[in-house]
């Protein structure tokens, strides 16, 4: 596990396997020090295969093997090879049956891979490469087949035993112990195999699918997490019922089971019909959830069970098309969240998701392209890239091709590729075929990483003339990939008029339109319109987000104002605050000095929308906030991230400063938003409220203090009692300390809701932040082999504590440095996830990148882990 530099895996070496795996059978004597595992299964020669006689590759991680034969017999002398991948066996003859007993212990299991413990029950995670540390197997996800799973365990430590499919058998056995056999008859590859053996309550529900079947589910959690169960179960069928109504997708199986483990480190995993989830993606309840917690749970169940056809039903041939699978189920999840939400503001969310952290991801030393072509360790590439980027692919292709076009698109694709492992080529080919487009210039956004920057342009005649837009593009050098070709971005603008309503104009032998998509595919292209029925006021540009590029439009700044002021496009709108706001931050920082016009302008468009009664509450919410430092600091070369920090914040003071009376006339029309209700405009208008509430404080409003603490001490909610904290976690005041110690004595015993006390008390920046570091990692609720409590206390620290993370003295970097060391010898994944925050050290002024990067070339120098070695050695590189 912990070897020397990492040998790359590379796309064009691709070859399909030489053998096929025609059935498995898999037996496991469960138990946590030391599992027992039969694996028996019967292999035929792939006639597709590239040599004839090429020996069986099956891989093994920390695998014991105790013993193997080939149809009944042991292999002749030096036919089974053991090496440092696993086994390699020589001289088969066109089809074998195997069988192999081989051992691994579950309880030493930390780095959460394979077959684990968790709190006294075991579990697996096998994507992308766990199932290699069960048992010896061609574990790769182009091996397909039907497995059949038999579980024996003490019956009274392990009560529950399940896996993929349906359950065929089950029984009582001598030694007090019991078995139960499992059956998947799907395909699968081996990485979506599962089994739970435990203690624990079941709490069930029914779906009735579009053709009538009825579905059982089943939601495993421990007991006393018994009635934290409702929203999660809920979502699922909503999300069954989205799929059949939006995709025309059922599910397949007659029960869907989803377990819920304390020590996880993913969000969640789409196993056949056994999902493994995070227990922070399952349990809510009023008390313990906030409303954003609702919603991330809605979005992940909806997630992992739109894996069923995006990823399960129609696989990855190989690793390299993670974003086949994951880029189209968050396009799905996405799609079906909007439909949960309101007003766009799903929409908006995505993308400030995207520019602060994929983004960056795509400008720094750890850019790859969707479709990478080589990796050293795979499990760095579940990245915001893959996933995020990957769904706004699907989104463009829709938008290309219309939405009808794509459905049917995907129709074609899931009953063409139904049981087989396919790559992102195939799905475009069939999106090219369904279309009649050629689609290869597209294929670029796979292969080419990097943001693209788009300048636009504009001239226009008068009312009933003709207006000119020209769009240009490039893409900046990643790391591999020095020159860069043009993408095919599609563009949505549209043209308002005084009022905000829509111009109407039409292209060369086109239609009379007022909103067009605008097709950039060369470097520069010029696209003309005439007859405008108006003339323009403003260009409402990049619609929708229609592309994940960085747009430079040149607006002014009374244009950005009139498109705060009336924008029907919900993303347009909020951009436009964000461009002021951009601008302000920019001017900060490059002349060492407000620009007090611009300021001035902003806040008094910012005044404009607090009068407007028009505008919904989760959509001012939204608009209101500032960008992050992190996505701020893409604006620069290089910036000090702690003035950058402080400049962020003092400007959030001077503009809502002036407007405190202003929020506080909102503020009554929202006194009854604690009141129990889950709908969409409920969530919102807490959102409004906990936002105005926070803006007061940060403007130093001297009545927001004790209104923080009103509401935290009335609150019946978990949202409301966050909404107060949230707010004066900045403040350096008794306040903040009364509420969080209440906080902790109240949530000591309940980890999920002491993972936000950690985040809150990791990152603010009130003075003595190493202090309360030093108390977290004391405190008895932490542990480090719980990826939640280490991601509360080290995430926040990195990502919000600007000001010790960035100590000049380096303190924070070192801190950090220790923990990814210590975590790495533990848990590598989580590790090297955990590390990447470092890694942007060219992002930082130079006194502290070149100290971040001393930290980095200290882990380098120390025998890490693989996962973590990839990380460090590219961001060195
Ligand atoms: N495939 C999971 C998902 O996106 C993520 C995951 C990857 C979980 C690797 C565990 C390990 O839904
Ligand atoms: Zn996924």
């Given at each position: 596990?912990?070897?020397?530099?990492?040998?790359?895996?590379?796309?064009?070496?691709?070859?399909?396997?030489?053998?096929?795996?025609?059935?498995?059978?898999?037996?496991?004597?469960?138990?946590?020090?030391?599992?027992?595992?039969?694996?028996?299964?019967?292999?035929?020669?792939?006639?597709?295969a590239?040599?004839?006689?090429?020996?069986?590759?099956?891989?093994g991680?920390?695998?014991?093997?105790v013993?193997?034969?080939?149809d009944?017999?042991k292999?002749?002398?030096g036919?089974?090879?053991?090496?440092?991948?696993?086994?390699?066996?020589?001289?088969?003859?066109e089809?074998?049956?195997?069988?192999?007993?081989?051992?691994?212990?579950?309880?030493?299991?930390?780095q959460?891979?394979?077959?684990?413990?968790?709190?006294?029950?075991?579990?697996?995670?096998?994507?992308?490469?766990g199932?290699?540390r069960?048992?010896?197997?061609p574990?790769?996800?182009?091996?397909?087949?039907?497995?059949?799973?038999?579980?024996?365990?003490?019956?009274?430590?392990?009560?529950?035993?399940?896996?993929?499919?349906?359950?065929?058998?089950?029984?009582?056995?001598?030694?007090?112990?019991h078995?139960?056999?499992?059956?998947d008859?799907?395909?699968?590859?081996?990485?979506l195999?599962?089994?739970?053996?435990?203690?624990l309550?079941?709490?069930?529900?029914?779906?009735?699918?579009?053709s009538?079947?009825?579905?059982?589910?089943?939601?495993?959690?421990?007991?006393?997490?018994?009635?934290?169960?409702?929203?999660?179960?809920?979502?699922?069928?909503?999300?069954?019922?989205?799929?059949?109504?939006a995709?025309?997708?059922?599910?397949?199986?007659?029960?869907?089971?989803?377990?819920?483990?304390d020590?996880?480190?993913?969000g969640?995993?789409?196993?056949?019909g056994?999902?493994?989830?995070?227990?922070?993606?399952?349990?809510?309840s009023?008390?313990?959830?906030?409303?954003?917690?609702?919603?991330?749970?809605?979005?992940?169940?909806?997630?992992?069970?739109?894996?069923?056809?995006?990823?399960?039903?129609?696989t990855?041939?190989?690793?390299?098309?993670?974003?086949?699978?994951?880029?189209?189920?968050?396009?799905?999840?996405?799609?079906?969240?909007?439909?949960?939400?309101?007003?766009?503001?799903?929409?908006?969310?995505?993308?400030?998701?995207?520019r602060a952290?994929q983004?960056?991801?795509?400008?720094g030393?750890?850019?790859h392209?969707?479709?990478?072509?080589?990796?050293?360790?795979?499990?760095?590439?579940?990245?915001?890239?893959?996933?995020?980027k990957?769904?706004?692919?699907?989104?463009?292709?829709?938008?290309?091709?219309?939405?009808?076009?794509?459905?049917?698109?995907?129709?074609?694709?899931?009953e063409?590729f139904?049981?087989q492992?396919?790559?992102?080529?195939?799905?475009?080919?069939?999106?090219?075929?369904?279309?009649?487009r050629?689609?290869?210039?597209?294929k670029?956004?796979?292969t080419?990483a990097?943001?693209?920057?788009v300048?636009?342009?504009?001239s226009?005649?008068?009312?009933?003339?003709?207006a000119?837009?020209?769009?240009t593009?490039?893409?900046?050098?990643?790391?591999?990939?020095e020159?860069?070709?043009?993408v095919?971005?599609?563009?949505?603008?549209?043209f308002l008029?005084?009022?905000?309503?829509?111009?109407?104009?039409?292209?060369?032998?086109?239609?009379?339109?007022?909103?067009?998509?605008?097709?950039?595919?060369?470097?520069?292209?010029?696209?003309?319109?005439?007859?405008?029925?108006?003339?323009p006021?403003?260009?409402?540009?990049?619609?929708?987000?229609?592309?994940?590029?960085?747009?430079?439009a040149?607006?002014?700044?009374?244009?950005?104002?009139?498109?705060?002021?009336?924008?029907d496009?919900?993303?347009?709108?909020?951009?436009?605050?964000?461009?002021?706001f951009?601008?302000?931050i920019?001017?900060?920082?490059?002349?060492?000095?407000?620009?007090?016009?611009?300021?001035?302008?902003?806040?008094?468009?910012?005044?404009?929308?607090?009068?407007?009664?028009?505008?919904?509450?989760?959509?001012?919410?939204t608009?209101?906030?500032l960008?992050?430092?992190?996505?701020?600091?893409?604006?620069?070369?290089?910036?000090?991230p702690?003035?950058?920090?402080?400049?962020?914040?003092?400007?959030?003071?001077?503009l809502?400063?002036?407007?405190?009376?202003?929020?506080?006339?909102?503020?009554?029309?929202?006194?009854?938003?604690?009141?129990?209700?889950?709908?969409?405009?409920?969530?919102?208008?807490?959102?409004?409220?906990?936002?105005?509430?926070?803006?007061?404080?940060?403007a130093?409003?001297?009545?927001?203090?004790?209104?923080?603490?009103?509401?935290?001490?009335?609150?019946?909610?978990?949202?409301?009692?966050m909404?107060?904290?949230?707010?004066?976690?900045?403040?350096?005041?008794e306040?903040?300390?009364?509420?969080?110690?209440?906080f902790?004595?109240?949530?000591?015993d309940?980890?999920?809701?002491?993972?936000?006390?950690?985040?809150?008390?990791?990152?603010?920046?009130?003075?003595?932040?190493?202090?309360?570091?030093?108390?977290?990692?004391?405190?008895?609720?932490?542990?480090?082999?719980?990826?939640?409590?280490?991601?509360?206390?080290?995430?926040?620290?990195?990502?919000?504590?600007?000001?010790?993370?960035?100590?000049?003295?380096?303190?924070?970097?070192?801190?950090m440095?220790?923990?990814?060391?210590?975590?790495?010898?533990?848990?590598?994944?989580?590790?090297a996830?955990?590390?990447?925050?470092?890694?942007r050290?060219?992002?930082?002024?130079?006194?502290?990148?070149?100290?971040?990067?001393?930290?980095?070339?200290?882990?380098?120098?120390?025998?890490?882990s693989?996962?973590?070695?990839?990380?460090?050695e590219r961001?060195?590189?």
């Amino acid at each position: 596990m912990r070897d020397a530099s990492p040998l790359a895996v590379y796309l064009n070496d691709y070859q399909p396997p030489a053998f096929v795996v025609e059935s498995l059978e898999l037996d496991f004597d469960l138990a946590a020090a030391a599992t027992e595992v039969t694996t028996r299964m019967a292999v035929r020669r792939n006639p597709e295969a590239v040599e004839p006689d090429a020996p069986l590759r099956m891989y093994g991680d920390g695998v014991e093997l105790v013993s193997f034969t080939v149809d009944g017999a042991k292999p002749a002398e030096g036919l089974l090879e053991q090496d440092a991948e696993g086994l390699l066996l020589h001289g088969l003859p066109e089809a074998a049956r195997l069988e192999i007993v081989s051992r691994c212990h579950p309880e030493q299991n930390t780095q959460l891979e394979g077959l684990y413990a968790s709190s006294g029950n075991l579990c697996t995670q096998c994507e992308p490469e766990g199932f290699r540390r069960i048992t010896f197997f061609p574990d790769r996800p182009d091996v397909l087949t039907t497995y059949r799973v038999r579980l024996e365990a003490d019956r009274v430590q392990y009560p529950v035993l399940l896996a993929n499919g349906n359950r065929v058998e089950a029984g009582e056995l001598d030694g007090g112990r019991h078995y139960a056999v499992w059956e998947d008859p799907f395909l699968k590859p081996s990485y979506l195999f599962a089994l739970v053996a435990g203690d624990l309550a079941c709490q069930r529900d029914t779906f009735t699918t579009m053709s009538g079947r009825e579905v059982q589910l089943e939601l495993y959690v421990e007991a006393h997490n018994a009635d934290r169960c409702d929203h999660a179960l809920a979502s699922l069928k909503r999300a069954m019922r989205f799929d059949e109504e939006a995709f025309g997708r059922e599910y397949d199986l007659d029960v869907y089971m989803i377990v819920a483990v304390d020590d996880f480190n993913m969000g969640a995993m789409e196993n056949k019909g056994l999902n493994l989830f995070n227990a922070k993606y399952v349990l809510a309840s009023p008390d313990t959830a906030t409303d954003d917690d609702f919603v991330a749970i809605e979005s992940v169940i909806a997630h992992e069970y739109f894996h069923n056809w995006s990823g399960n039903r129609v696989t990855c041939r190989d690793w390299f098309q993670l974003s086949l699978k994951e880029g189209l189920t968050v396009f799905r999840d996405q799609e079906f969240t909007t439909d949960c939400t309101l007003f766009g503001v799903k929409r908006i969310d995505d993308v400030a998701m995207l520019r602060a952290f994929q983004f960056p991801e795509d400008a720094g030393p750890l850019a790859h392209p969707v479709r990478p072509d080589h990796y050293a360790e795979i499990n760095n590439f579940y990245t915001l890239t893959v996933y995020e980027k990957g769904a706004e692919l699907i989104r463009m292709l829709r938008t290309l091709i219309g939405r009808e076009t794509f459905r049917r698109g995907l129709d074609v694709y899931f009953e063409r590729f139904d049981g087989q492992a396919v790559t992102t080529d195939d799905f475009v080919a069939v999106m090219a075929e369904v279309s009649g487009r050629n689609l290869t210039p597209f294929k670029r956004w796979y292969t080419q990483a990097g943001t693209p920057r788009v300048t636009a342009a504009t001239s226009f005649d008068g009312p009933g003339g003709q207006a000119r837009i020209t769009l240009t593009q490039e893409t900046p050098p990643t790391p591999g990939q020095e020159h860069k070709e043009p993408v095919v971005i599609p563009m949505r603008v549209a043209f308002l008029d005084a009022e905000g309503r829509r111009i109407t104009a039409h292209q060369k032998g086109g239609e009379v339109q007022d909103e067009w998509v605008l097709e950039l595919s060369e470097g520069e292209q010029t696209f003309r319109f005439e007859e405008l029925s108006d003339s323009p006021t403003a260009i409402s540009w990049l619609r929708g987000f229609s592309a994940p590029v960085i747009l430079n439009a040149n607006q002014g700044v009374d244009e950005l104002a009139h498109l705060l002021a009336y924008d029907d496009d919900a993303f347009a709108r909020w951009e436009a605050a964000q461009t002021l706001f951009r601008r302000a931050i920019r001017s900060r920082i490059e002349h060492d000095a407000a620009d007090t016009a611009l300021e001035a302008a902003i806040e008094h468009a910012l005044a404009a929308l607090l009068r407007d009664d028009a505008i919904e509450p989760v959509l001012l919410a939204t608009i209101l906030q500032l960008p992050p430092t992190r996505e701020l600091a893409e604006l620069f070369e290089r910036v000090d991230p702690v003035r950058l920090r402080n400049e962020r914040d003092d400007l959030e003071k001077r503009l809502y400063m002036p407007l405190t009376d202003a929020m506080q006339q909102i503020q009554p029309k929202l006194d009854d938003v604690d009141n129990g209700a889950f709908t969409a405009e409920a969530m919102g208008r807490r959102q409004l409220r906990n936002r105005l509430l926070a803006l007061r404080v940060a403007a130093r409003d001297q009545a927001a203090v004790p209104e923080a603490l009103a509401q935290y001490q009335k609150a019946r909610s978990q949202t409301m009692r966050m909404g107060a904290l949230n707010a004066v976690n900045e403040l350096d005041h008794e306040a903040r300390q009364v509420l969080l110690a209440d906080f902790e004595k109240r949530y000591r015993d309940d980890p999920l809701v002491l993972d936000k006390y950690f985040g809150l008390q990791a990152g603010s920046q009130v003075a003595g932040g190493f202090e309360r570091l030093d108390a977290l990692l004391e405190h008895p609720g932490f542990r480090w082999t719980n990826p939640n409590r280490v991601r509360a206390v080290l995430g926040p620290f990195m990502a919000r504590n600007e000001r010790h993370f960035h100590q000049d003295d380096g303190e924070g970097y070192r801190r950090m440095g220790g923990f990814v060391e210590k975590l790495d010898a533990m848990n590598p994944q989580t590790a090297a996830r955990l590390a990447q925050p470092l890694t942007r050290w060219r992002k930082v002024d130079t006194g502290r990148g070149e100290q971040m990067r001393a930290e980095l070339e200290r882990l380098a120098a120390l025998e890490v882990s693989r996962d973590l070695r990839d990380v460090i050695e590219r961001a060195l590189a």
